[in-house]
């Protein structure tokens, strides 16, 4: 690359550390990159991780010594993800998304890759403090919000699935009983696409009695592995009773009159995590 | 936002642009959040546009007028390109991918999502200038990259499913026979995930005859809605017959000898297509 002035290195450094979160970047790599003196890059450093605290990008640590570098933190701050949680509630409160059954449909939410983007982030915000090493979810419609989570901590993301399917190569099965419909159903997840030991985030869409989180929960277990965290988008406030405790949510549903075409909808508890996580900061 | 220096404007204009691809910015909104002159945000961009450019990020497009402003249409350098082409390449090569009956285990490839946002990139730079207002996938391992190509794009993901589920509303459900297996199998798709008259890119992990992708082509017709491509990671080789002819593929297996643990995996099209694109642009 040639040489580059200041305001081209601030471009281009801003975007290799976007593209890069929770990894350890020496500064030689950028000295070399733009032929410039480690000091400039300090400089340039101090700028962008600035405008990323300010800002609420996210935050950006720098090691010291020999081996130490910069590292970009995603995060998100609290307007941000006040506005975040008031969209996915205000979405969820269109009555047009009844279906028969009372079920919610919610694969235009789902399907809007920027959005997931931004919860992924919000969950990510939260958890940037955490060990993480994977995430979980199971097919199909935690995919989107699990890979999102995954790109923002930078850790692979697993799919467990209800099916059988032979191309995997060997899985661990579980039976579990779904919470609503208390059927026993399996869920399935390829030997060797979890590492054993690993600390793991769960990751749903929708949370109504817990029954699928809670199968996940006994999946890892069969891994040897720990739960980290829980995070759903929505969870259902109707559920009699709840298998999980501990969770993060964005929205919850208060109330869904199926005949009346009515939906209440309230934001989840991450606002308050993210509060907990600012005091204990401070 | 307080008033801020070029450095600053730099580093939080590059954040945003890149968060927000095809998407037309007005001048209006920096000048604004910056309180600065609109003489100085269009010098910003001139930096901007330039480093975006020779560092093959993507292209801005400044649209002049009262109703103009500036575009960011992310894309990909040629070298960028070969670099991860060559990647998927060696990744498939390690023949502790091979399964019994001579499937490939991907999901350490597909569970990375940061993998997955480069090889959506490089999808989304060669569709830059095609109109695709959707991509559609079939659950489960396409669902990854499709995300990954609708972020870069800024246009919803569907999900085509191969059971039954109740909770998505008013389906359209067609059969298709797997080009492999020759079986008669279905896929569902939620009547309100895709708009009528959409053009739609179609995403999947692997391809062998095609059937899939075939399938997912006649359910197009079914929503009135027009192939605009089709993308997959990896094709196989060795399939004897075809359904499908106009498809970029990464990377393509070219033999895969289950009892020898051996595969040969070449590049895919997908270069030769970036390079008639560009050919066509000079």
Known sequence: MKKLKRSGRL???????????????????????????????????????EIFESEGIGMLLTVPGASGGVKFIPSMGEDEARQLVGAVCEKLSISDRILPGGYLYMMDMLGDARFMQEVGRLFSA??????????????????????????????????????????????????????SSKRIQTMTLARRSLSPGSNVFI????????????????????????????????????????LVDDYLSVARICQLNEREKTILVEPGNVLEYMMTLKEDQS
Chains 1, 2 share one sequence.
Not at 126 to 138: P, Q
């Open 11 to 49: 471009v281009d450094m801003t975007y290799f550390l976007l593209q890069h979160p929770h990894e350890l970047i020496p500064l030689t790599h950028f000295s070399e990159r733009y032929q410039s003196a480690k000091s400039s890059i300090s400089e340039d450093l101090v700028i962008i991780k």
């Open 126 to 179: 939260i958890l940037s403090h955490k060990k993480i090493d994977a995430v979980i979810t199971v097919a199909t419609k935690g995919i989107p919000l699990a890979y999102a989570v995954g790109q923002h901590l930078d850790v692979p993301v697993s799919i467990v699935r209800r099916d059988h399917r032979v191309t995997e190569g060997s899985m661990v099965s579980i039976n579990y009983v779904s919470g």
């Open 203 to 242: 990751v749903d869409d929708f949370m109504k009695a817990g029954g699928t989180v809670r199968g996940m929960m006994d999946l890892l277990h069969e891994f040897q592995a720990e739960v980290a965290g829980i995070g759903v988008l929505v969870e259902s406030g109707e559920a009699e009773e709840r």
